[in-house]
């Protein structure tokens, strides 16, 4: 491993080797290999271990994920997301890494008129969060695009809409809202949604994510590229509350369900248009929100006793 978390102003790293067929073997840095994607990624790349001596690719994927946070704190949601970027840009142009793949976010779009929204439609992101991410995204591909490099460097990024599955984080009051709701099931905390519950989010699951930036990695067409990575559909959030709540056998009689004021920055609706992966990257999600759903309450169950012991809920966020 070539850099340290203090460099990159991330937590977790991994640096993993993995075989892309007979004689094809690559070393791959993933930032952020220990969190929710980060190590659903590295277990991908690990299936098949095989070490070269010098990196060829980094999966930056490390960063404050937390669009409440970015209004709460907006210096340390610069220093991770902005900062933090530009220093695995400048470790990747020390070290001649040829391969950049940056984990981009469906908040750069900000109130797009347009669903589904295609990567063509400007990005006025409404949040701290979603500028930090376009800001992030800028420089990675305005690194690649440099004519003073010396070397071949490609950046692919992806504008990952609502990511969930196994491992996700049910204890974080400010990141993904399925999670959070999966949480407050385990912990018996009523569910909280804030606003009225209408505004829609693009659900997909962490092995469909995988997929496209495996499927990414060595593929040429890809570079330079920006990919939308959602299902393409919406499910509104008081329907995913009731949705998870029937998934736990309970409904709103029986548990409770509190509404507060919408927040600042989020976004009404989104919807991807996964056009693009689809065309250039042969990817489509492919796995059914209720199969999705049902695969990560039974990891959650196992998770249980880790859930409800984890600290109270006060202001769990909708994302």
């Not at 347009?114 to 969060?129: D, I, W």
């Not at 990952?160 to 385990?186: K, S």
Request: aromatic share 10%; hydrophobic share 40%.
């Amino acid at each position: 491993m070539w850099t340290s978390s203090k460099e990159i102003d991330s937590p977790d790293e991994a640096a993993v080797g993995a075989n892309f067929g007979a004689g094809d073997k690559m070393r791959i840095l993933v930032t952020g290999g220990a969190g929710f994607i980060g190590s659903h990624m590295a277990d991908r790349l690990l299936k098949e271990p095989a070490f070269a001596d010098e990196l060829d690719a980094v999966l930056h994927i490390a960063g404050q994920v937390s669009l409440i946070r970015s209004f709460s704190d907006p210096t340390f949601d610069l220093r991770a997301n902005v900062e933090g970027t530009i220093n695995v840009l400048r470790l990747c142009l020390e070290r001649r890494v040829p391969r950049l793949l940056y984990a981009s976010s469906m908040t750069v779009y900000g109130h797009a008129a347009a669903l589904p929204t295609p990567e063509e439609t400007p990005c006025r992101p409404a949040s701290y969060y979603g500028i930090t991410k376009y800001a992030a995204e800028r420089y990675v591909h305005t690194t690649a695009e440099r004519l003073d490099l010396d070397f071949d460097f490609h950046a692919t990024s992806f504008r990952m809409y609502n990511v969930y599955g196994p491992r996700q984080a049910l204890d974080n009051p400010y990141q993904g809202v399925l999670g959070i709701f999966i949480g407050n099931i385990l912990r018996g905390e009523p569910l909280t949604i804030f606003g009225d519950g209408e505004q829609s989010r693009d659900f997909v699951y962490v092995d469909d994510v995988v997929d496209a930036w495996v499927g990414a990695l060595r593929n040429p067409a890809s570079y330079g590229q920006v990919f939308n990575l959602g299902s393409g559909a919406r499910i509104p959030i008081k329907g995913l509350a009731m949705g998870t709540l029937a998934a736990f056998e309970r409904n709103q009689a029986s548990h409770p369900v509190l509404h507060q004021p919408a927040r600042p920055g989020e976004q009404r609706h989104v919807e991807a248009d996964t056009t693009r992966a689809r065309t250039i990257l042969g990817w489509s999600a492919r796995t059914p929100f209720t199969a999705g759903l049902a695969d990560t309450i039974l990891w959650a169950r196992g998770a249980g006793e880790n859930v409800r012991d984890a600290a109270g809920s006060a202001g769990r966020a909708v994302r």
